[in-house]
Structure formats: C-alpha cells, structure tokens
C-alpha cells in the first residue's frame, strides 16, 4: 500500500520521478519547470491550478518529442 501524501504536499503533481529533460528543462515525472518546482511553496493556490492546467500538454509533446528522438517538431508548414 502506498503512503498518503502529507497535508502540505497534497496539491503538488509530484510523482516521485524527479528528473529534468535537458532539453525541455522540464521534470519527466511532473512537468513542471525546475524554476516553478524551486517557486511552487511560496506559490498560492491559485497560481499552482494555473501551473497544474498546463502539466499535461507539457508531458504528451515531451513524449511525443522523446519517440521523435528529441527533435522538436516542425510548427511550419506540413511536409
């Protein structure tokens, strides 16, 4: 069985994979920035909502870019 989170944890996306893309310079596990994880204790509630909203756009394009062997995609025209 996993351990609850404590109280002051339970609004942060953390998800124990803490690991920074060197090229995205996002967590792997979370998605978050190295700067927003550094800022998010001191961030309020709803300055975190904004940041979790964004969290899952991050991580699919961040897969999307590691199956693409770490090109960033084209937002040109379609070839």
């Known amino acids: 069985m996993r351990d609850m989170p404590a109280a002051a944890d339970a609004s942060s996306p953390c998800v124990q994979i803490c690991v920074v893309d060197p090229i995205s310079d996002l967590c792997i596990g979370c998605g978050r920035s190295v700067a927003e994880i550094a800022a ?28 693409r062997g770490g090109k960033v995609r084209s937002r040109g025209r379609n070839r």
């Open 40 to 67: 998010w204790p001191a961030m309020s509630e709803k300055e975190r909502a904004a940041v979790v909203a964004g969290l899952e756009a991050r991580l699919v394009e961040q897969r999307s870019r590691a199956r």
